[in-house]
């Protein structure tokens, strides 16, 4: 499948998942802004494929990237940055969402695992209430946070 191919509105992402379970396929979902893509997102989306059959990935939309990371950001616009991680081979399916948090995605695609970098512990996850409410399991995966986009954009600044 073509990295296009796996790039979905929320709408259909939940028909396809819907066709997953029905093949009692396990769904695992992970979220970032994946802004200027470095080593650690791979090794988180690679940890995070690992939780689950399936791997779905929500991208902050641009809007939420500038209420996130401030009026410059992102550097990338969100059409571009969602079909790159959906070429990385792990990746199954992404959605871009506009939400600050990923509740929503949460509450609507229902996934079996929730998976969050390892810049967050369990307790700091911010939809940590979701997915309890809903039984999702939520893990911390990735490698230590030692890349960040942010670093990346100020060394090309410099």
Request: proline content about 4%; hydrophobic content about 40%.
């Amino acid at each position: 499948m073509i990295a296009l191919d796996k790039v979905c509105t929320p709408e259909t992402l939940r028909d396809r998942l819907e066709a997953a379970r029905a093949a009692s396929k396990t769904i695992a979902f992970g979220n970032g802004l994946f802004d200027i893509l470095h080593v650690g997102h791979l090794h988180y989306l690679e940890a995070a494929a690992r939780e689950a059959d399936l791997l779905v990935v929500g991208i902050n939309s641009d809007r939420s990237a500038r209420a996130l990371k401030g009026p410059s950001r992102p550097v990338v616009p969100e059409h571009e940055r969602a079909e790159l991680v959906a070429g990385f081979a792990c990746v199954d399916l992404v959605t871009v969402f506009d939400g600050d948090t990923v509740e929503s995605l949460l509450r609507d695609l229902r996934p079996d695992v929730h998976c969050k970098g390892t810049d967050y512990s369990v307790d700091t996850v911010p939809e940590i209430g979701v997915a309890r409410e809903l039984g999702i399991r939520v893990v911390i995966v990735g490698d230590t946070k030692s890349h960040s986009s942010r670093d990346i954009i100020r060394r090309l600044r410099e």
